[in-house]
């Protein structure tokens, strides 16, 4: 038999657990919430964003899932070699939402880059390689109706490797 004494102290101590257990669980939740390195952000000219499913990743698109590599002139995957790695870059394209370019095994200071060429020149959109992941992928750039895009790979402010214009 538990003397009345001692059950206060349990449920005391139960108290103070679950107090500690959502303590606990608090500072978790706050800890997945901060990243733990900064994340880079994408950068584009001005006039980037005008046209329908610019400023939307690929997978934010109704066309999501429906991107491939199309027959672009000599070939829409490029190679370059920088600081020792092989890096790729790829040109994806879906008819109904326009293009975008990925890199893969690529360092840090590397970037994505899909350009637009319109009537005044080119409109651009690019995201680097964040850290500890080696691949950046941009934002999709419209290429409908007529309208030409490209991929370019960038290191180190270097152009390194571009697909032709499709």
């Not at 994408?42 to 698109?61: D, F, H, K, M």
């Not at 995957?77 to 920088?82: G, I, W």
């Not at 992941?133 to 109706?145: G, H, S």
């Amino acid at each position: 038999m538990i003397s009345r004494r001692n059950r206060k102290t349990d449920r005391g101590t139960g108290r103070r657990g679950w107090r500690a257990l959502l303590g606990l669980a608090f500072a978790f939740g706050l800890a997945a919430l901060t990243p733990l390195q900064a994340q880079a952000a994408p950068i584009q000219s001005v006039g980037y964003g005008a046209l329908p499913n610019e400023g939307l990743y690929p997978e934010q698109t109704s066309c999501s899932g429906s991107y491939y590599q199309p027959g672009v002139p000599g070939g829409a995957t490029k190679t370059a070699v920088y600081g020792g790695r092989t890096i790729t870059l790829k040109y994806f394209y879906s008819p109904g939402c326009g293009s975008f370019a990925r890199i893969e095994n690529a360092p840090q200071g590397c970037a994505a880059h899909s350009n637009r060429l319109t009537d005044s020149g080119i409109v651009w959109v690019l995201e680097t390689v964040d850290p500890g992941i080696n691949y950046a992928y941009t934002k999709v750039i419209n290429n409908l109706n007529g309208r030409q895009s490209k991929a370019v790979l960038f290191c180190d402010n270097q152009r390194l490797a571009e697909t032709a214009w499709y």
